[in-house]
């Protein structure tokens, strides 16, 4: 299967100042795409849950018993060690986890490792260890609920850089995954350029229309904007954005 093209780091960051409801609505008016929200994931401290950035993937399988001992961090053949010191800086680990929540997907020191390495953030459909430990390490890492036992009771890494399912989402590699205090969302590289521009665009007038109805208007013609309201925006912009 071919790669999609990576988004640019200019739409990484301009992505990274869309709101996830906004990206969200633009998936869906723009491309039809209506199942791109992670679904049921919180962040461990919600002072770091910001990111943008390229999802980097790594499948789990339910545990066979005689494959175990891969799963271990010194055994020559497990893949999260060697997974953890590939990832390219700014990337955002997409771990799924088959939407388990008794088990801890990572701990404080492959977290810390990663914040070292870079990684802007991480999303899995399952559980963490050591979230209190996480909170302080400041890396921005969405969970579906705190589980102490560690991810080889009941599942095994069997691949990286591969589509997985994240929260009942198809995430590609390379795929940008965005998130803020209101959850996490994965747009599809190849239209994350788009969504982008659009995005950021809506937001604008969003907040714009938002001070309009604070002072008092009717949503009548102003939400959602009509040509009027588009054109005395466009106003607003050129005359420096005055307080309204």
């Given at each position: 299967?071919?790669?999609?093209?990576?988004?640019?780091?200019?739409?990484?960051?301009?992505?990274?100042?869309?709101t996830?409801?906004?990206?969200?609505?633009v998936?869906?008016?723009?491309?039809?795409?209506?199942?791109a929200?992670?679904?049921n994931v919180?962040?461990?401290?919600?002072s770091?849950?910001?990111?943008?950035?390229?999802?980097?993937?790594?499948?789990?399988?339910?545990?066979?018993?005689?494959?175990k001992?891969?799963?271990?961090?010194?055994?020559?053949?497990?893949?999260?060690?060697?997974?953890?010191?590939?990832?390219?800086?700014?990337?955002?680990?997409?771990?799924?986890a088959n939407?388990?929540?008794?088990?801890g997907?990572?701990?404080?020191n492959?977290v810390?490792?990663m914040?070292?390495?870079?990684?802007?953030?991480?999303?899995?459909?399952?559980?963490?260890?050591?979230?209190?430990?996480?909170?302080e390490?400041?890396?921005?890492?969405?969970?579906?609920?705190?589980?102490?036992?560690?991810?080889?009771?009941?599942?095994?890494?069997?691949?990286?850089?591969?589509?997985?399912?994240?929260?009942?989402?198809?995430?590609?590699?390379?795929?940008?995954?965005?998130?803020?205090?209101?959850?996490?969302?994965?747009?599809?590289?190849?239209?994350?350029?788009?969504?982008?521009?659009?995005?950021?665009?809506?937001?604008?007038?969003?907040g714009?229309?938002?001070?309009?109805?604070?002072?008092?208007?009717?949503?009548?013609?102003l939400?959602?904007?009509?040509?009027?309201?588009?054109?005395?925006?466009?106003?607003?912009?050129?005359?420096?954005?005055?307080?309204?």
């Open positions: 299967m071919r790669k999609p093209r990576r988004p640019s780091k200019r739409t990484i960051q301009q992505l990274g100042r869309v996830t409801p906004t990206i969200t609505t998936l869906t008016k723009e491309h039809g795409i209506n199942n929200a992670i679904r919180w962040p461990c401290s919600t770091a849950c910001r990111f943008a950035g390229p999802a980097y993937t790594i499948r789990y399988l339910p545990l066979r018993e005689d494959l001992p891969a799963q271990y961090l010194d055994h020559r053949d497990n893949l999260i060690t060697p997974a953890v010191e590939s990832m390219p800086p700014g990337c955002v680990a997409v771990l799924d939407q388990r929540n008794d088990v997907m990572l701990g404080g492959l810390t490792r914040k070292a390495r870079g990684i802007a953030g991480v999303v899995t459909d399952g559980g963490m260890r050591d979230i209190p430990e996480i909170a390490i400041g890396l921005p890492v969405f969970v579906t609920a705190i589980a102490a036992p560690p991810s080889f009771t009941k599942l095994m890494a069997v691949d990286a850089e591969r589509p997985v399912s994240c929260g009942g989402v198809p995430v590609y590699p390379g795929d940008v995954i965005v998130a803020d205090e209101e959850g996490v969302v994965c747009v599809p590289a190849h239209l994350a350029a788009s969504v982008a521009e659009i995005g950021l665009a809506m937001d604008h007038i969003e714009y229309i938002q001070q309009r109805l604070a002072r008092g208007e009717p949503l009548e013609g939400y959602p904007p009509s040509e009027r309201v588009r054109r005395e925006f466009a106003q607003w912009v050129a005359s420096g954005e005055p307080p309204i």
